[in-house]
């Protein structure tokens, strides 16, 4: 006879409580938390990604404080309401720092569904530079005056410093928090999941590039700008996507865990 462990009785006691939409939507974001994990060195338990729960757009599920991103699994997700309250019960919690800004960014912005923050060596370094991600590549020019810029004035892991960092990303959907890392929103989580990637490919380049110490070669205005026009657009990604199928077989092979 199985004998039933901890981890199967957490998972039975999530998912009898919440509806079939949100416990996909908790595997899917586990999977991203892993798949981050796997491609960016990211900042132990201090990095995270949100998406709303569907049929519920005053709520969103966040990554619990005491996780690594490699860690997170769909039943230890925790849910927050848009004001930063947990609204369900759970041995887990997420940290001022996570629901403050993920709270702040999808009460203003109710078209954003999902949203990355992350402090990778490539994109605190760009954060870093005074002129911030530079058109040196494809996957940057698909950013090319689409970026918002934070200073590293206020507190943004409380409510009121968030509300600020919400305040200043205004209608733009990818921030730069100088100093501090990068934001990246989407329509959908495997749209901001896809642009973070290559938002973190484009940091990466632009490092290595200025460490080579010679001089760079930028895109110039009209070809970065069709290139942000036709690669950068809001809604081109989905589920359905080529990446995101990619990125979900790579998840479903690797760590099956992910949907526990």
Known sequence: MHAVGLAELEVGNVQSRISEAEWQARCELAAAHWLISKFVFVDMTYNHVSARVPG?????????????????????????????????????????????????????????MAAVHTHSPANLAVSAQKKGLMALTQQAARFYKRIAYYANEYDDTTYDGAGMLAKTLGDHWVMLLQNHGALVCGSSLAEAYIYHHFFELACRAQIGALSGGGEVVEIDDKAATARAENFGRIGQYNSESRDWQASMALVEKSYPEYKT
């Open 56 to 112: 519920e757009p005053d709520h969103f599920l966040v990554k619990a404080d005491n996780l690594f991103m490699e860690q997170v699994t769909a039943s230890n997700l925790v849910k927050y309401d848009t004001e930063g309250n947990q609204v369900l019960d759970s041995k887990y919690k997420a940290s001022p720092a996570a629901y403050n800004l993920h709270a702040a960014v999808l009460r203003t912005r109710p078209e954003i």
